[in-house]
């Protein structure tokens, strides 16, 4: 898919928010979506109660400003929640780490393979996530966020990558039902 656009199921997000919901965490209440796609995150969040600045590199028709986050220099006084493009992912990571204040939330919707790797295990020696929320039951991805056009189910497996900036320790595995 050009520009790596697969945009995540809303039933996902919402899973996952009211699992986080009945774990006794939360987000803050501003949030940044750096790649917003059509919005489709950007407006379950919204439905959560959320404040979402919205951002991309490509305009679909939704961000609030056109950037390309793996180059930005910004900071942000909230928390940053998305589905990056899978290939630039670990940067995506990293840059939202930047940016978020200290004990800021980073949640990034990756395949469960991203914990494999040895750069990405590098970089999870310096920043450990604190949870990864894996789904028991697969959800899809929609290739330009055409539901003609969705991931096969049974193929890959998604889970919520939660990082606080700061912390230190062995990550928490955590399921979404």
Not at 49 to 66: A, C, E, P, Q, T
Not at 98 to 110: H, N, Q, R, S
Request: aromatic share 16%.
């Amino acid at each position: 898919q050009k520009h790596d656009f697969y945009a995540t199921d809303p039933v996902a997000i919402d899973r996952f928010m009211q699992t986080i919901k009945d774990d006794g965490l939360s987000l803050s209440f501003r949030l940044w979506e750096p790649a917003c796609g059509d919005g489709t995150m950007s407006e379950q969040l919204t439905k959560w109660g959320h404040k979402v600045f919205s951002s991309d590199l490509i305009d679909r028709g939704y961000s609030h400003v056109l950037l390309n986050f793996c180059k930005h220099k910004m900071t942000f006084d909230g928390d940053v929640v998305t589905n990056p493009p899978y290939k630039h992912a670990q940067k995506f990571v990293e840059k939202a780490l930047e940016a978020v204040p200290k004990k800021g939330k980073v949640v990034m919707f990756l395949r469960l393979q991203f914990l494999e790797g040895i750069a990405r295990g590098k970089m999870f020696d310096l920043y450990p996530p604190k949870y990864v929320y894996v789904h028991r039951r697969r959800v899809n991805t929609f290739k330009n966020n055409d539901p003609k056009y969705k991931t096969q189910s049974g193929a890959v497996c998604f889970a919520w990558f939660w990082w606080e900036k700061g912390f230190k320790g062995d990550p928490s595995i955590r399921w979404i039902r």
